[in-house]
């Protein structure tokens, strides 16, 4: 079963563009997903820029991996360490936690997630 953060059925984070390890809409993980992309972000440009001064450039288009480039307000499946860094650097993006994976919290403070939950 897939579970979200809150205890409810997992729902899609985002399918244009086509986000999750699986690229199914969904973040969830499995044995091959060693980045654990299990929090359903909405990326901000301080984000952005954060992760890309981490060395993961996630806004610059890669065609060959079929990758948009990621801009400004879109969802997006996070790896949680790189959300819980950004967290600890003060530039964490909004999450939906409906989509956010169960398992993120073996990583992450269910506190933390609402804190920084998307306003519906």
């Given at each position: 079963m897939r579970t979200n953060v809150l205890g409810g059925p997992l729902e899609c984070c985002c399918t244009s563009p086509l986000t999750g390890f699986y690229r199914d809409g969904y973040c969830r993980?499995?044995?091959d997903d060693l980045g654990l992309h299990t929090?359903?972000?909405v990326v901000s440009d301080s984000f952005l820029r954060f992760s890309k001064a981490r060395g993961n450039d996630l806004s610059t288009p890669r065609p060959e991996?079929?990758?948009?480039g990621l801009s400004d307000g879109d969802k997006w499946c996070l790896c949680v360490e790189r959300w819980k860094e950004a967290l600890e650097a003060g530039c964490a993006p909004a999450v939906v936690l409906e989509a956010c994976h169960i398992s993120?919290?073996?990583?992450?403070?269910?506190?933390d997630l609402k804190a920084h939950a998307l306003s519906n």
């Open positions: 993980t499995g044995a929090v359903c972000a991996y079929e990758f948009p993120a919290l073996e990583f992450v403070d269910l506190a």
